[in-house]
């Protein structure tokens, strides 16, 4: 939520002060300037999760004690460095956005997202040769092969909603759309809650109920690996639920 906030802020002020033309040059120089930063960060290999500058300022702005540790070492995935091409992300977001708006026949809208999006997935995939493509380190490359996935998505869904006219099938993510923060937050504190509140006698120990419920319950039905799957997919379902129930009820959650 914080980098949605960082990258959403500045991205909205650079959105307001440039023209569309100016945004592709601010853009080509967030994005470029970001694997320069990289690149020239590390002397010895600036995409590894131990040396890239990411890490390294992280660890001196925040410390040690301050940073995630979920990948085995101390290292942020949402890190500040990487902020800045996030900022990329909401200027393209901003670019498809202004596409669909100035376009009213949906027929042509579908075909200029069709060739944008084609265009960003072509680049980012043809970048992450020599910048590899990194979610955690939200690579440049990244940036253009996700933007272009999803502007590919957008059209279809423009093209099977708004041309098609076929609306049944996506009412449960209006479900989920009219309550989004109140999910986001519930999934989050039912996560902690399990993981860290309830615990339940095993084997002569103590698990977390999260963990009980996976290796207990879906691991035995579907295996390691398909369990995992099933394991998500009902929580998906189950917060799917909550969200009908409020929507049948006509509760919407808004800050």
Not at 42 to 56: D, G
Not at 119 to 140: C, E, R
Not at 218 to 245: D, E, Q, T
Request: one cysteine or more.
């Amino acid at each position: 939520m914080q980098r949605i906030a960082i990258a959403y802020a500045f991205g909205a002020v650079i959105c307001l002060s440039f023209k569309r033309k100016q945004l592709f040059f601010v853009l080509g120089i967030i994005v470029l300037g970001y694997w320069a930063l990289l690149y020239f960060g590390s002397l010895v290999n600036p995409y590894a999760l131990e040396e890239n500058i990411v890490r390294k300022f992280d660890l001196l702005v925040f410390g040690e004690n301050h940073i995630y540790k979920g990948f085995g070492i101390r290292f942020d995935p949402e890190g500040l460095l990487s902020t800045i091409p996030s900022i990329a992300t909401v200027i393209l977001g901003y670019l498809v956005g202004q596409s669909i708006s100035q376009e009213t026949k949906v027929l042509a809208k579908t075909k200029k997202l069709l060739v944008f999006g084609m265009f960003l997935t072509l680049i980012g995939y043809l970048w992450g040769f020599v910048f590899p493509i990194n979610k955690a380190l939200w690579t440049s490359s990244y940036v253009f092969y996700t933007a272009g996935l999803g502007t590919l998505f957008l059209a279809l869904l423009i093209y099977i909603i708004d041309f098609k006219g076929q609306v049944k099938w996506a009412k449960p993510f209006i479900h989920f759309g009219v309550n989004p923060l109140f999910i986001f937050v519930f999934s989050g504190l039912y996560v902690k809650t399990t993981r860290y509140l309830i615990k339940i006698p095993f084997q002569n120990t103590d698990i977390s109920g999260y963990k009980y419920l996976y290796s207990q319950v879906f691991v035995p039905i579907a295996g390691n690996m398909n369990g995992s799957l099933l394991f998500a997919l009902a929580h998906i379902v189950a917060y799917w639920l909550i969200c009908f129930l409020l929507y049948k009820n006509k509760l919407f959650i808004k800050i």
